[in-house]
């Protein structure tokens, strides 16, 4: 083990911060490297977990609580890693990072988003919501440190902006910078975005308003989120009475994501209590192929038990909006029969598409676009960024890494 | 204890504006103890730092107390090397929950001054517990998950040490035939590699092969685990262990409702491995060749009667398995009976091409399996899409089974812990004895709601056990496939190796990584009432014959719940301790009646609660400022002397903010919560003792995200004390 050289790891989600915890508790140094304003990722955005039904912001805590003492990890946010050279033990890294403008002078006291009118559309919240221009994305936000959305904001509150900041830590001026980098190992952890469900053209995606994603049902449910957790249909903000969640929406299917992402039905079961909880008079149903519900059989056993739950095993062949409602056509495929079913919403449980656009390496990658492990040529990929996960998984598999790397240093 | 204390007071973020900073200065440096007691506009930037850097470097300050943002803040910036430094939250929990400029808000400034005096009058710097330590690694199963963790660590440096059971290397994995594709197109079966693996495992010199062994016993902790291996008949001394010891598939013999034992042609998918391995894919009863093939899934699987859970492969396993069978004979039919198809991730793809080689799928509940007239079997299914029941006449029925962890049917580590000898599963409890009966010991409540893995924290810290510096991989902690299973060794190895890296340098592990406390107990006054011993939740403690506590520094957690469990107080840690929340709670201030000022102590557990507490102060969300807030490491730590000192001066109420406790707790020392809450339904002989309502103590729990909900419950609390009055033992 020489440990002169960082480890670098892109990506802050759950697997980039389990690795760089990992190392760094190891002694070894780490750059992270991360492309929002803040960390957590997905994770951060979710609002419960199965099967515990616990805020995933518990474990965050500790997280967050050991990052902050890890003097030897370098973050670096709203960052991208642009080139890569070299190999396991001796790579050179390029690292752009746009500016923040706000500089490590902010105590997170607020005073610039009071003073601010300019708004921006909340994309922690998936557009659910809009945030003032500069703003934290969650009481939670690490680090604790606001951001300027500069292009989002009007001239006359960027001046407003920097005279609210007492502490001088709003930076109209400030440049993006780009590091050069030598490190001894790179473990890429760029997480996952959900299918572009709109595509899928027979699901009313991206044309009726209440076909959402299971992302946005997270955060509809979310007491920290846009609605404070009541679940109110995005169309007209009336609280729905009845859902439905359309499984495998492009997963499994050859037009679209062959494979199954493996979460979903947990999400959509876990969302389904979501709705059972705010709504206790809701119909809620579930169109599926199959239920893969994983080891969790119990958690599945009690949603399958709920008497406002339906579980069918049925192909949605299209949403349209009819009248007030959504209206759903489903081939049952027990029964043989086309039913038609009308809900205030509808909830696509999307599937995980690997961030790996744009790689600065060559690499190699499924015919989906994960990437493989191939440890002779170094990089090391975890979490959903090499397949699709939950996040149990994810932390044991960033757990992985953070050994693989150990034995590239 | 002597220390120097500065007093840095930032009147940043709106704190000077709403508080009379003479007035507290003046009790900093009387009842606060403090040398000195400055301000600044804003302590967190470089001019801030320096100020108080200069204090140091004069030798006028050994402790610097900031009283500013919350603990949870600017850790970076407010730390001056080495120097120990003491937080005080005058901004989330003081005065962006409460009026400015308000007597009640002074007040309570007032009093957190107060009780940083009192605390440091007990407290000293934390000395760090350092052992001689092996950090050689003991691997128990030399299957693919055992060799994986052993190669790892063999890689970074370390000595293993693998004890298998069996005669060979290899594990499960050795009566396998083939394994499924695990590299994209999925399309054909990947041979049986195990081999290559076991000879690498043979080659390494940094590893030590135990064959047809087993562990006799473990005793010691981390660092200095002894290990006896019955078989080998050696003696090893390792720093950690990973447990790999795989799966057991599952008991088929309980499986006669399904034909097995019973039907000469049932099979289990592990037997047909065996049969695929030796080329005698025929039917058994009468060699026969294999037309008809049928795979029942689930055997014994996701049945509340068998096991409860999915093991996550089974399905996988059969459309592998269709292939041998098309491959003996490319003519077979071969039928898949399933309730839910499950190949999450790229398996999907594999189920995809499979499908193409005309397996017949079908969504069934498996009525019967009966011998057929000339051999083979008859299976009756209700087909779930057409309703109706359809005999299916196989040359052979394959049950596939799912995966028991190894640790449930035999003993693996025989740990020599007072605890018990093996790796508590999640839902295993400890209960709390209720009388002062000696001889009633712990009570392991096992509910297997989880089918007895053993974890701690199956999601945010899925290698967390609760056996420090043990740690289970592959098939033995959760249903894998063999990919999965190497994998997670990787994981599982890099823990062991960390565990010992920290705890030689005195540090603890998950989750106060690097706290360098350990508790120290008064043993000369201990009265061998074990309930430290019986209620660490990492097993830390172990008894000498008379029932004194033998501690193990290694293997503790830094949760306290060893010194809220004593009744004499003898446990405690340099900066943490029974006296020294004893002597902040004296040093409240507390109002006389005639002032109308109620006074509430509230214990708040400071991985959950206490998060929840900033975020209502960031959503500047109002409390009420009678309120003082002790923040405690874990609500286990809950020592009753505590709520009888604070009903005697006088308090009116005490409120405990704790984790969620129960099946699905959130507590981060698994049961911390929990024993507070049980320790609480006894402080009622102390408020009868002293003639007062049980409704003075109240214990709420509050999850992390449930932050709005604080003032409520804060509020709800101080209206049921006014309507009961005031503590009859005010002055």
Redesign the interface.
């Known amino acids: 083990m020489s440990q002169s050289k960082p480890t670098l790891v892109v990506g802050g989600g759950m697997s980039g911060i389990s690795t760089a915890l990992e190392l760094s508790e190891l002694g070894l140094p780490v750059i992270l490297v991360e492309r929002s304003p803040f960390l957590g990722g997905k994770v951060a955005a979710f609002n419960k977990y199965f099967p515990k039904l616990c805020p995933p912001t518990c474990g965050l805590e500790i997280n967050y609580k050991r990052l902050r003492k890890a003097a030897n990890i370098t973050l670096h946010t709203q960052a991208r890693v642009t080139r890569v050279e070299g190999g396991p033990g001796d790579y050179s890294v390029t690292i752009e990072v746009e500016p923040r403008f706000v500089n490590d002078r902010c105590t997170a006291c607020g005073a610039c988003a009071e003073a601010c009118a300019s708004e921006r559309e909340d994309d922690f919240n998936q557009s659910l919501a809009k945030t003032k221009a500069i703003y934290l994305s969650s009481p939670m936000a690490y680090p604790r440190r606001y951001v300027l959305d500069k292009e989002a904001c009007d001239e006359g509150d960027l001046a407003k902006i920097q005279e609210a900041c007492k502490y001088g830590a709003v930076d109209l001026e400030e440049e993006g910078s780009v590091l050069t980098e030598s490190v001894g190992a790179i473990v890429w952890a760029t997480g996952f975005s959900p299918y572009d469900a709109s595509r899928v053209e027979y699901l009313g995606r991206g044309e009726l308003p209440d076909v959402i994603n299971n992302l946005q049902m997270e955060r509809l449910a979310d007491k920290t989120g846009p609605t404070g957790g009541k679940l109110l249909r995005p169309s007209d903000g009336k609280e729905v009475t009845s859902v439905a969640f359309v499984q495998c929406a492009g997963s499994r299917d050859l037009k679209h994501l062959a494979y199954c992402s493996g979460i979903c039905c947990l999400a959509s079961l876990k969302q389904i209590s979501y709705v059972r909880e705010a709504a206790p008079d809701a119909k809620v149903y579930m169109f599926h192929i199959d239920v893969r519900a994983g080891k969790y059989e119990q958690f599945y056993a009690r949603i399958q038990a709920d008497e406002g739950v339906e579980i069918v095993k049925g192909k949605v062949a299209g949403i349209f909006q009819e009248g007030d409602s959504l209206r759903l056509q489903v081939e049952d495929i027990e029964s043989g029969e086309a039913i038609k079913v009308d809900v205030d919403m509808a909830v696509l449980a999307t599937g995980m598409v690997p961030n790996t656009q744009d790689l600065p390496f060559e690499a190699s990658t499924d015919d989906y676009g994960f990437l493989m492990m191939d440890e002779s040529k170094g990089i090391i990929p975890t979490g959903c960024v090499r397949r699709p996960a939950d996040v149990a998984t994810v932390v044991q598999d960033a757990t992985g890494a953070a050994m693989r790397a150990l034995c590239q240093e | 204890m002597e220390h120097k204390i500065g007093v840095y007071i930032c009147t ?3 704190i000077g504006d709403a508080l009379d900073l003479a007035a507290i200065e003046k009790v900093a440096t009387s009842d606060g103890k403090a040398a000195l007691c400055k301000t600044h ?2 302590l ?2 470089q001019e801030g730092h320096a100020l108080v850097q200069a204090d140091i470097d004069a030798g006028d300050v050994d402790v610097v107390a900031v009283a500013a ?1 919350s603990m ?6 407010l730390s001056w090397g080495e120097t120990w430094v003491e937080r005080i939250n005058y901004r989330e929990q003081l005065v962006w929950s409460h009026e400015p400029n308000d007597e009640d808000t002074q007040w309570l400034a007032e009093d957190y001054m107060r009780m940083l005096g009192a605390r440091m009058e007990h407290v000293t710097r934390p000395e760090p517990h350092i052992e001689e330590m092996s950090d050689r690694v003991l691997v128990v199963g030399g299957g693919i998950s055992g060799m994986s963790a052993a190669l ?1 660590a063999a ?3 370390k000595e293993v040490v693998i004890v298998e059971k069996e005669d060979g290397l290899g594990g499960f994995l050795r009566r396998v035939h083939r394994r499924f594709p695990v ?3 999925y399309q054909e079966l990947e041979e049986n590699d195990i081999q290559a693996t076991i000879d690498q495992v043979i080659a390494n010199d940094k590893i030590t092969v135990h064959l047809s062994s087993t562990i006799g016993k473990i005793d010691g902790a981390p660092g200095r685990f002894e290990v006896t291996v019955e078989g080998a008949g050696a003696k090893e001394t390792v720093g950690s262990i990973v447990v790999a010891a795989g799966f057991v598939p599952y008991d088929a013999g309980k499986l006669t409702h399904l034909g097995y034992g019973e039907v000469k042609d049932v099979v289990t998918s592990v037997e047909l491995e065996e049969m695929a391995r030796e080329g005698k894919l025929v039917r058994p009863s009468d060699g026969a060749d294999l037309e008809t093939v049928v795979f029942v899934q689930c055997a014994g699987s ?1 049945d509340p009667d068998h096991l ?5 492969t089974c399905c996988s396993v059969s459309l592998k398995q269709t292939r041998y069978i098309r491959e003996a004979n490319e003519d077979a039919k071969t039928y898949v009976l ?1 309730k ?10 594999f189920y ?1 091409n499979v499908a193409k080689d005309g397996t017949i799928f079908v ?1 069934s509940e498996v009525k019967s399996v009966a011998a057929g007239e000339d051999g083979g079997a008859v299976v009756t299914v209700q087909d ?2 057409l ?1 109706e029941d359809v005999e299916i006449e196989a040359d052979l029925v394959v049950l596939a089974v799912g995966q028991v962890p190894a640790c449930q049917n035999e003993q693996l580590l025989k740990l020599g812990y007072r605890q018990g000898p093996e790796l508590p599963s999640i839902d295993a409890r400890i209960e709390i004895k209720e009388g002062d009966d000696e001889d009633e010991g712990p009570v392991e409540r096992k509910d297997e ?1 989880t ?1 007895g893995f053993p974890n701690s ?7 967390e056990t609760r056996r420090t510096g043990i740690y289970a991989a592959g098939s033995v902690r ?2 894998t496939d063999s990919v ?1 299973a190497a ?9 062991a ?2 565990c010992v ?2 705890q030689s340098e005195g540090k603890a592990v998950h ?1 106060r ?2 706290d360098m406390s350990w508790p120290d107990f008064a043993l000369q006054r201990c009265t061998q009432c074990k309930r430290c011993t019986e209620e660490c939740p990492f097993g830390a403690l172990d008894e000498d014959e008379k029932g004194t506590p033998k501690p193990n520094p290694t293997r503790c957690r830094r949760c306290g719940v060893c010194m809220g469990a004593c009744p004499e107080r003898i446990v405690g840690f340099a900066d943490y301790s029974v006296q020294s929340i004893n002597s902040m709670i004296k040093g409240i201030y507390v109002a006389e009646e005639w002032e109308e000022k109620p006074a509430v102590l509230c214990l708040v557990c400071e ?2 609660a206490y ?1 929840a507490l900033d ?1 209502a102060g ?2 500047r969300m109002k409390h009420s400022p009678f309120v003082r807030v002790v923040p405690m490491r874990c609500l286990g730590g809950l020592n009753l002397q505590w709520i009888a000192d604070a009903m005697a001066k006088g308090f009116d109420g005490v409120l405990l903010l704790g ?2 406790a129960g099946d ?1 707790y ?1 507590c ?1 020392f698994i049961q911390g919560s929990e024993l507070a809450q049980t320790r609480l339904g006894k402080v009622q002989e102390t408020l009868d003792r002293l003639m007062l309502e049980s409704e003075r103590v109240a214990f709420h729990e509050v ?6 909900a604080i003032p409520g419950i804060i509020d709800s609390f101080m209206e049921r004390l006014e309507e009961l009055g005031p503590n009859p033992f005010k002055d």
């Open positions: 940043g973020c709106g506009e804003c967190c930037s943002c949870r803040e600017k850790q970076a910036e790892f890689r970074a440096g590299a994209p197109p996701r409860d859970y999915c093991s996550t399933y839910d198809l499950r190949t999450p991730g790229q398996w999907e793809i995809q969504k779930v899409l309703g709601v089918g924290h199956f999601v945010c810290f899925p290698y959760q249903p999965t994998d997670d060794a990787a994981g599982a190895a890099f823990k190796i960390k890296a920290l989750p990584v690097g991985n959950d998060p975020m960031l959503a984790c969620k699905d959130q981060h999850e992390i995200d449930s932050f709005g």
